[in-house]
Each structure stands twice: as structure tokens, then as C-alpha cells.
Nanobody
Framework: QVQLVESGGGLVQAGGSLRLSCAVSGRTFTNYYMAWFRQAPGKEREFVAAITWTGDSTYYADSVKGRFTVSKDNAKKLVYLQMNILKPEDTAVYYC????????????????WGQGTQVTVSS
């Protein structure tokens, strides 16, 4: 089993920044991907960003490219999502997820999820 716990959400004005963290515990794999998704009220959960555990590759949704950065600290078993130039449309619950094997962009591609952290961007 893998446990994921997100933190770092909050209320921020448009144009501001937040950094989310995801603490990973339990059994881990040598070839797995860590991803961030988000879900706004009344909308489907959508892919935001992902990173391989080696850090060799990162992936981003078009809507966040150039503003968000995903990174990780293997020693601390933490995955981060640095969010800059936040917009009201970034308001959502942000989830950390992990899967073994190749990159996945769909909610159904991931088996393990955190409980989510709320990000609210005011205009």
C-alpha cells in the first residue's frame, strides 16, 4: 500500500503563488510516476502535472505550462507543485496520485490518491 498526504493549499490572490507538498509513505516502486490532478466544483478531475521518481521527465497540462513546476525530494519522499501566476480558474481541490509504469493522464490510470488540498484563487 502507498499513502499520500497533500498539504500547502489555501487562499491566494490572483497573480500570487502557492507550493503544494505530497508526502509519500508505504511501499514504493522503482519505476513509478507521481502526478497532480485537480477538481473544480461541478467538473471532472483533470491532470495537472507529473514527474518520474527519477526526475528525468516532467509532464504538464497546457493550461499550467510555464506557471506550474513539479519537483520531488527523494530523500524526504516529498513531491511538490510550485504554482505561480495563479488565476481564479486554478481554484480547485488538488490531489496527489501515483501509479506504476508509464505516464497516465486519466483519473482511472491511478490507483493511489491523497485526500486533496483546497486551493482558492480570488480575483
Amino acid at each position: 500500500q502507498v499513502q499520500l498526504v497533500e498539504s500547502g493549499g489555501g487562499l491566494v490572490q490572483a497573480g500570487g503563488s502557492l507550493r503544494l507538498s505530497c508526502a509519500v509513505s508505504g511501499r514504493t516502486f522503482t519505476n513509478y510516476y507521481m502526478a497532480w490532478f485537480r477538481q473544480a466544483p461541478g467538473k471532472e478531475r483533470e491532470f495537472v502535472a507529473a514527474i518520474t521518481w527519477t526526475g528525468d521527465s516532467t509532464y504538464y497540462a497546457d493550461s499550467v505550462k510555464g506557471r506550474f513546476t513539479v519537483s520531488k525530494d527523494n530523500a524526504k519522499k516529498l513531491v511538490y507543485l510550485q504554482m505561480n501566476i495563479l488565476k481564479p480558474e486554478d481554484t480547485a481541490v488538488y490531489y496527489c496520485a501515483t501509479r506504476y509504469g508509464g505516464i497516465g493522464y486519466r483519473r482511472s490510470d491511478y490507483l493511489y490518491w491523497g485526500q486533496g488540498t483546497q486551493v482558492t484563487v480570488s480575483s
